[in-house]
């Protein structure tokens, strides 16, 4: 899976750099994710901008990171949804579980 | 079985998820076809890919553990404004209806797959046939 990092006033922002997150590759966001959490990296901004589909197996690894953040007691957003993955998040109610941003510059201290 | 008029898709693939973008991808395109949707296209676009994928990665799940000769058979036909998916697959099967609905409060990783079938198609039924078992979807394209 195409991700990388970048570090910004304390938060640790994932790119995704694929437009599918579906059960073939959201293992490794999964993954990718509880490694940056072991390592210390627990104040976690996924940027979404770039998916254009998600399926429930994607929404399961966003979940996970959720709630491995949470464990750690850090954060865990997601910006950049566009409106067919946002609406997922809505059929799904997950949109009330997440902190979700219209885009990467509206994470609070992400400016 | 696929109809023998209309559009007719028959896609098989191995039962590997490398293969969910090509099938969701070829959902997503027969539905920009269809003139006769009055609707959406674009959002029974996504969907159409949705329900394929996660249809697709139940037969892969549900496939004879630790073959991977196996191959997973999609067809689409889509006459006048029925549209019809069937997704054979050669494993053990389950039971379709012991599939509860998801707890939609509670923060469980797995078990919205059924759950999106369920919401953007008019129905879903699994059954065994000769040789395997068939999910088959249907909606009415309004």
Redesign the interface.
Known sequence: MNISTEDRNGRTILNLGEERIDAHNSGELKDYILKLLEDGHTRLVVNLSGVRFIDSSGLGALLSGYKNASLRSGSFVLAGLQPRVQSMFELTRLHRVFDIYPSLREVPGND | MCGETGINVEIVVPNQ??Y??LI?NIAEQVAKTLDVYTGDR??LA?HL??VL??AM?NA?QHAAPGDTHKTVRVCMYIEDKDLRIYVYDYGQGFDLNKVPA?N??A???????I??MR?FMDWVSYRKTDNGNVLEMYKKLG
């Open positions: 998820t490398r969910l973008s969701g674009d959002a996504y890919n949705l994928t996660e990665v892969i998801p939609l409060d923060l469980n990783e797995r078990g919205r797959g759950f999106f919401t």
